[in-house]
């Protein structure tokens, strides 16, 4: 299980709601993941919050254009192809963004409770 985030600074184009679903769903099928239920938001006067909830977790785009910045986040529990190259598709969908990555490594519920401190 990770959980892989991409902090996209920089951007220099701002794709439509319907353009950032096609490369969310670009990036889910080179995941190989399961897609239950997408909602897009699209704010005003702009930005756009996009989720798509996968059967193996979660891949959100959250955008600031009058920042030039997103943000990406991607939850799951398997991957058929590394994140970093998966998620090329949301890259090429924001131009030529400055991208800042991290991988954070997440532990199974019963592995955290068994082993890890239990929070009250």
């Known amino acids: 299980m990770f959980q892989a985030l991409y902090d ?3 951007c ?6 319907q353009a950032l679903l096609d490369a969310m769903h670009q990036t889910v099928n080179l995941l190989g993941c399961t897609v ?19 059967g193996e977790s979660h891949l959100i785009v959250s955008t600031w254009p009058e920042h030039h910045t997103a ?8 991957a058929d192809c590394d994140p970093d190259d998966a998620i090329t598709p949301i890259l090429a969908a924001f131009g030529t963004p400055n991208v800042h990555a ?6 199974a519920a019963a592995t955290a ?3 890890g401190t239990q929070l009250a």
């Open 8 to 10: 996209l600074t920089g």
């Open 12 to 17: 220099t184009t701002e794709p439509t709601a």
């Open 36 to 54: 239950h239920a997408i909602v897009p938001v699209t704010f005003v006067p702009h930005g756009t919050t996009a989720v798509i909830v996968l």
């Open 71 to 78: 943000h990406v986040d991607l939850f799951t529990c398997r």
């Open 102 to 107: 991290q991988r954070v490594s997440r532990h």
């Open 113 to 115: 409770l068994s082993h």
